[in-house]
């Protein structure tokens, strides 16, 4: 390894340092499951980039041949199922896109047989120094950066605005991938400028990695707050309104017909949001308004977009839906949390317990042929006709599981 090279690999690895050391304070501080995975990703996954750019064999010469060839074949696609792992946690396919999941952890679980079987033809091949294992690491490892690309290009398509920049740091990741393996397999052989742009995609990859789970972890947290506690008196919900939520419902409605599928639009009434301004005070209906959104977003997910229609009512639309299950688990899941009890902090800091009553409608329309603010006045009168806030007619206010 010559010197240009060595100081690109050394540069690198001091980048890596210095995030696990970034990670370590972090689990100090709030040592919570997120903290600890993100520690174990860049410590296997950072060691893993160091050997396969040679640069653990500069450090510590004393390591037999054998091992690093081991090492090299294994934690590669092991740090690719991990990293899978993680981005479909990130993403929450697990919960919103099930067949997604299911790829993932069929590609994640292939990775990690990769792994296996890679590691035993080094130990008890023919040919111990024989580059086809490492080949064959490279290019599964490769697909799985590839499959993760293409999941977070439809998370970014479905709606979830971080997926966008997910979606660059994956694209690091598969030049980060081909680069390392290119590297292991013929070391010395890519020039200065290939070099340090391949350290450069690998750094910027952990970066954006980083700065993106810590962005969804902020946001996760104050939304698990917010759903155990309303607090404060700030009226605003970060929902969309007025003609922002129509021309949000329009954008959602535009990718569902790209994908040739329906939209389903569910609103849900507040009928008893005013409940308390009695004898609680008047405002307290901000923290309400606060924490239902807290429990709406966190049962939907980011992917789809929610939004205020008015006050006492919620707008939630389901994109590019495949089938009427997909919808049913939805509004199961929002029926669960909105049922739970709220505490309310009133006048003179009483405390007040606030049990929501609401009514849930939804509108199924082709996506191709719809107008936002028609479907949202439909579902709107459906869910008010569930609560029994108002009489319509039959024909456009059928049930929840009508609508279904």
């Known amino acids: 390894m010559d010197t240009s090279e060595l100081i690109v690999w050394s540069c690198m690895l001091g980048g890596f340092l210095t995030l696990a050391m970034v990670a370590m304070s972090d689990l100090v501080i709030n040592p919570t499951v997120g903290a600890w995975r993100a520690l174990v990703f860049v410590l296997l996954t950072g060691w893993s980039c160091v050997i396969m750019s040679g640069l653990a064999g500069q450090l510590f010469p004393e ?80 697909l799985g950066a590839l499959v993760g690309l293409v999941i977070t290009i439809r998370a970014a398509l479905l709606g979830d605005d971080l997926a966008r920049w997910m979606v660059l740091a994956c694209l690091f990741l598969v030049a980060m991938v081909v680069g390392m393996f290119g590297q292991a397999l013929s070391p010395g052989a890519l020039s200065w400028p290939l070099t340090a742009l391949i350290a450069f995609c690998t750094l910027c990859h952990f970066l954006l990695i980083t700065g993106l789970t810590v962005k969804r972890n902020r946001v996760n947290k104050q939304l698990i707050r917010l759903t155990k506690k309303a607090s404060g008196t700030d009226p605003a919900t970060g929902l969309h309104t007025g003609s922002v939520l129509v021309s949000k419902v329009d954008d959602a409605f535009w990718r569902s017909a790209r994908l040739k599928r329906e939209c389903a639009v569910v609103c849900l009434h507040l009928g008893n949001l005013y409940e308390l301004g009695e004898s609680a005070g008047h405002g307290v209906e901000q923290q309400i308004l606060q924490a239902m959104t807290a429990r709406i977003r966190r049962a939907v997910g980011f992917r789809y977009v929610v939004g205020l229609y008015h006050p006492r009512c919620f707008v939630v639309v389901i994109s590019a839906v495949k089938n009427a299950q997909e919808v049913e688990r939805m509004v199961l899941r929002l029926r669960a949390v909105l049922t739970r009890p709220l505490k309310i902090l009133g006048i003179k800091d009483a405390s007040h317990t606030f049990q929501p009553r609401f009514g849930i409608g939804i509108s199924h329309k082709s996506a191709s042929e719809t107008d936002p603010t028609a479907v949202m006045d439909v579902a709107e009168r459906r869910a008010l006709a569930q609560s029994g806030a108002t009489r319509v007619p039959e024909e456009v206010a059928p049930t929840a599981a009508g609508a279904l």
């Open 63 to 142: 390591i037999p041949e054998l091992t690093m060839e081991v090492m090299k074949v294994s934690m590669a696609p092991l740090s690719g199922a991990l990293a899978l792992t993680y981005l479909g946690l990130w993403l929450g396919v697990k919960r919103d896109d099930r067949a997604v999941y299911r790829s993932m952890v069929f590609v994640s679980l292939g990775l990690i047989a990769t792994a296996v079987v890679a590691t035993g033809c080094v130990l008890y091949g023919d040919d111990p120094h024989s580059t086809s294992p490492l080949l064959v690491t490279g290019l599964l490892s490769t």
